[in-house]
Structure formats: C-alpha cells, structure tokens
Nanobody, 117 residues
Framework: QVQLVESGGGLVQAGGSLRLSCAAS???????MGWYRQAPGKQRELVAR???????QYADSVKGRFTISRDNAKNTVYLQMNSLKPEDTAVYYC????????????WGQGTQVTVSS
C-alpha cells in the first residue's frame, strides 16, 4: 500500500517561512514528485514539481520564493517556502507519480498553510 505523509504546515505571518515535507512509503517506484495547493473556492493548482533527475518546475506565482527538493534515498520531497504572502494560504497536497502495479498519481492527505497579513 502506497502512502504519502505530509508535515510542516501551520500558521505564519506574511513574510515568514515554512518547510513542508512529504515521505512516501510502500512498494512503488517514483518518477516525479511535487506539491499542489487548493484555496477555498478555487481549483487545485501545481505549485512545484521535481523529476527523479532533479529537474524542477514552478508556478509563476511562487518563483523566487519557493524551492522544491527531494531525497531519493528517503523517497521524500520538500518545499521550502519563503516570503510567504496571504495569497499562499491553502491546503497543500503532496503528489507522486509512480508505478505500483501501474503508473498513476498518488496523493497525500493535505496540510494546511495559513499566512496572516
């Protein structure tokens, strides 16, 4: 059984920082890992994504402020979030695209990030 367990969300003031972590476990091979977010009343959107080779992709709204990284040996992906803004407030979901019998997307349960002004 594949599990993605997130940690690191919370409440922070504007301009502050948070670091999200997501550890994947189970019998599957991971390709891309990433973070998505969903604010109330809005669609889920990509925040950042990283391939197994370390290539990264960011949403325009977080470029220069967020950094995604991963530890392949630990099947863990991180999201360092700096200079946080109130508009970054959302539930953040970890995503992994992997093969556990077939190629598919796996999702974490989500972690709340709230940025106060």
């Amino acid at each position: 059984q594949v599990q993605l367990v997130e940690s690191g969300g919370g409440l922070v003031q504007a301009g502050g920082s948070l670091r999200l972590s997501c550890a994947a476990s189970g019998s599957f091979s991971i390709n891309n890992m990433g973070w998505y977010r969903q604010a109330p009343g809005k669609q889920r959107e990509l925040v950042a994504r990283i391939t197994s080779a370390g290539d990264t992709q960011y949403a325009d709204s977080v470029k220069g402020r967020f950094t995604i990284s991963r530890d392949n040996a630990k099947n863990t992906v991180y999201l360092q979030m700096n200079s946080l803004k109130p508009e970054d407030t959302a539930v953040y979901y970890c995503n992994a695209f992997g093969f556990g019998g077939r190629w598919k997307d796996y999702w974490g349960q989500g972690t709340q990030v709230t940025v106060s002004s």
